[in-house]
């Protein structure tokens, strides 16, 4: 199974994972056991979602699917309680998929666990530049391009020679991540891009 079937013990202290499958579900268990604590696996909307409509997944991984959803805004410590019990204490919460991010933050946040709050720029990479800029913060220039005409346009006012890097406006990994010498790569990896799905978390209203 690629995920950890079974409920906490009320008495844990808990790591709450969000989206986290297979080897890296695994190791986390591993390095919880090891610290005393105990791995609980959590599920965003989207990649619960996404799982469910795998026709080769089976039974017991639909029960676990649905028995650990996260909870809907609003719900988490509600959720939490009736979880976990007044005698588990939730560590952190971690998160291993882009789109399980902003489901993360808020249970976070919700919980009082040891994180920074709720701030959709953490999922944004124009909204983080601007945001790290607006502080006085050395950052990049750059332009949200959604055609290849905007992206040519912003090379045109570099120095010549001077390369650039394409990305996505999500994602994590540098997935997707490429830098370009040249105008003709430049427009190949654009090309490339446009192609690649926008990441399905809804939590952010985004476009590439």
């Not at 013990?9 to 969000?18: E, F, I, K, Q």
């Not at 249970?107 to 040891?114: E, P, Q, R, T, V």
């Not at 391009?145 to 010549?160: H, I, K, S, V, Y």
């Amino acid at each position: 199974s690629r995920m950890l079937a079974g409920k906490p013990d009320r008495a844990s202290r808990l790591v709450l994972a969000v989206d986290a499958v297979g080897e890296y579900a695994d190791e986390l268990a591993s390095q919880c056991d090891l610290r005393g604590g105990e791995l609980v696996q959590v599920w965003s909307d989207e990649f619960r979602i996404s799982e469910l409509e795998d026709a080769d997944l089976s039974d017991e991984d639909r029960s676990t699917l649905e028995e650990n959803a996260a909870p809907a805004p609003g719900a988490e410590l509600d959720w939490a309680r009736a979880r976990f019990g007044s005698e588990a204490f939730v560590k952190g919460v971690v998160c291993i998929s882009d789109h399980g991010l902003a489901t993360a933050e808020r249970i976070s946040d919700a919980l009082s666990c040891n994180a920074n709050g709720i701030d959709a720029s953490r999922r944004d990479k124009v909204a983080m530049a601007d945001r790290v800029a607006g502080a006085g913060l050395a950052a990049v220039r750059q332009r949200l391009a959604r055609t290849w005409e905007e992206a040519d346009a912003f090379l045109q006012t570099l120095p010549e020679g001077e390369p650039c890097v394409i990305k996505p406006r999500r994602g994590c990994a540098s997935v997707g991540v490429y830098k370009a010498a040249s105008r003709r790569e430049a427009r190949a990896a654009f090309t490339v891009l446009q192609g690649m799905p926008v990441s399905i978390d809804t939590a952010v209203d985004v476009s590439e």
